[in-house]
Each structure stands twice: as structure tokens, then as C-alpha cells.
């Protein structure tokens, strides 16, 4: 099937922006990657807020529990303790518990190693199944744990890019994922999320975006239309 032309188009952009984040912010780096399930852990706990937090609630929870089975098996009250520091603690240790009960039944063990061997839709597939694990937290896991390409979208991202055109403005978070991961090219996944992220964080605010020092203003849809010029 032919490659329509906006489709093409929009490739295009996704590649300049590409390089003028890279031009702006280098090859960004990941922490050091975490097996698949402290990953999936770690990315629960940093659903509505911020890296330092979710880093200080997983250490907490790693050192009062020696074991994901301990964490599992713990009472809730133990768990929602110490995973504090992350925010809406009530909501995430229940969240986490029934996660880890489930892998536990079904894989009969709480190791998610077995994913490195699928493709990376059905490793998608697979982590999706659990409730509170959406497309980001999946895509986090395949992207940066098992180094399959995936496209997480964060709130970041998914205001960038709409913003930027990328996307449509009425495209969902969830619809975001395919979308972006089509526009960009699967070994450029973890530098570009990254680098969206900077730029959303730093530049392109929620309420007050600083468009005039933006990188971007020659691509960015949102530039062209508030002339700012």
C-alpha cells in the first residue's frame, strides 16, 4: 500500500524535530535499566508524579521487603507506607499487590523474564492485561527493559506533540502511542520520548509554554498560530 503524502509529510517532521531535539539536548540516557518487573513496579509508582519520588518510594519498598513475594503477601497498610513518597499511596499499593498476585498465578512465579522472548505487540499485549498497567506503563516496560521498540506517551508528550502537529489535537493519549510510533523510527524511540519529555518539562509548559526560546518554533503548529513572531 502506497505511503500517503501527509502521512509522508509528517515523517518528515517527526525526523527534523528529531534532530533538533538531538541538536538541542544530545543523546539523552536512560537510568539503568531495571528487570521487566521492577520496571513494571517502578512505572506504577510513577503514574501523577515525579521521577525523584517514584526512585524514593521504589527504594523504600525494596528495602522494608527482601522479595516481590514479600510485597505481595505484605498487608496493605505495610505497602501503602512505604510507597508514600510516590502519592496517591492508597491507590497504587492495592494496585501493585493485585498485579503481582496475578503474574503469580499465571506464570506460577513472580519473574517476567519469559517477555524478553516475544515480540514486542505481544509483550504489550501481555502486560496490558493487568488493571492499572494502561499503554504507557506497558510501552516504559518493552522500551527500556526488554529494548523492544515501543513508544510511550507520557502527558509530556502527548501535549508536545499535538501541539507540535505530530498528532491531531483530538488524539487521545492511548491513541498516541501508534500514532508517534509510526511517525518515528523504532531505534530513535528512547532518545526522542526522552527528549520530548525535556522540552515539555523545561520549554513547552502545560500553562505557560515559552515558545519565544523554543528549539522547535519553525515546526511547532501551536508557534505558527499564536504568533508569537
Same mark, same amino acid.
Given at each position: 500500500?502506497?505511503?500517503? =503524502? ?21 543523546? /539523552?540516557?536512560?537510568?539503568?535499566p531495571l528487570p521487566p518487573l &521492577? $520496571?513494571?513496579?517502578?512505572? #506504577? ?20 521487603? !527482601? ?6 503477601? +505484605? =498487608?496493605?497498610?505495610?505497602? *501503602?507506607?512505604?510507597?508514600? /513518597?510516590?502519592?496517591? +499511596? ?12 496475578? *503474574? ?30 494502561? @499503554?504507557?506503563?506497558? +510501552?516504559i516496560v518493552v522500551l527500556f ?11 509530556? #508528550? ?9 498528532? /491531531? ?16 523510527? =523504532? ?9 520530548i519529555i525535556q522540552l515539555g518539562?523545561? #520549554? %513547552?509548559?502545560?500553562?505557560? @509554554?515559552?515558545? =519565544?526560546?523554543? !528549539?522547535?518554533?519553525? $515546526? %511547532? +503548529?501551536?508557534?505558527?498560530?499564536? &504568533?508569537?513572531?
Amino acid at each position: 500500500m502506497q505511503e500517503q =503524502p501527509v502521512e509522508r509529510t509528517k515523517k518528515v517532521l517527526a525526523q527534523r524535530i528529531r534532530q533538533k531535539l538531538y541538536e538541542r539536548y544530545g543523546e /539523552p540516557r536512560w537510568r539503568q535499566p531495571l528487570p521487566p518487573l &521492577d $520496571e513494571l513496579i517502578s512505572t #506504577i509508582l510513577s503514574q501523577n508524579t515525579n521521577d525523584g519520588n517514584r526512585d524514593r518510594a521504589f527504594e523504600a519498598l525494596r528495602q522494608r521487603f !527482601p522479595t516481590w513475594e514479600a510485597v505481595r503477601d +505484605a =498487608p496493605l497498610e505495610a505497602v *501503602i507506607e512505604a510507597i508514600r /513518597p510516590a502519592g496517591l +499511596a492508597p491507590q497504587k499499593a492495592p494496585r501493585i499487590q493485585a498485579v503481582l498476585r496475578a *503474574i503469580t498465578e499465571q506464570c506460577g512465579e513472580l519473574n517476567l523474564d519469559f517477555l524478553k522472548s516475544l515480540e514486542a505487540s505481544e509483550a504489550l499485549r501481555w502486560l496490558r492485561q493487568f488493571k492499572g498497567v494502561g @499503554p504507557k506503563t506497558a +510501552a516504559i516496560v518493552v522500551l527500556f527493559s526488554l529494548n523492544k521498540p515501543a513508544f510511550p506517551v507520557d502527558t509530556h #508528550i502527548h501535549r508536545v506533540t499535538r501541539r507540535l502537529g505530530l498528532i /491531531p489535537t483530538s488524539t487521545s493519549a492511548e491513541q498516541a502511542h501508534d500514532q508517534l510510533a509510526e511517525l518515528f523510527e =523504532p531505534s530513535d524511540y528512547a532518545a526522542v520520548h526522552l527528549n520530548i519529555i525535556q522540552l515539555g518539562r523545561e #520549554i %513547552c509548559q502545560s500553562r505557560k @509554554p515559552k515558545c =519565544p526560546i523554543c !528549539p522547535l518554533q519553525e $515546526e %511547532c +503548529a501551536y508557534y505558527r498560530r499564536e &504568533d508569537f513572531q
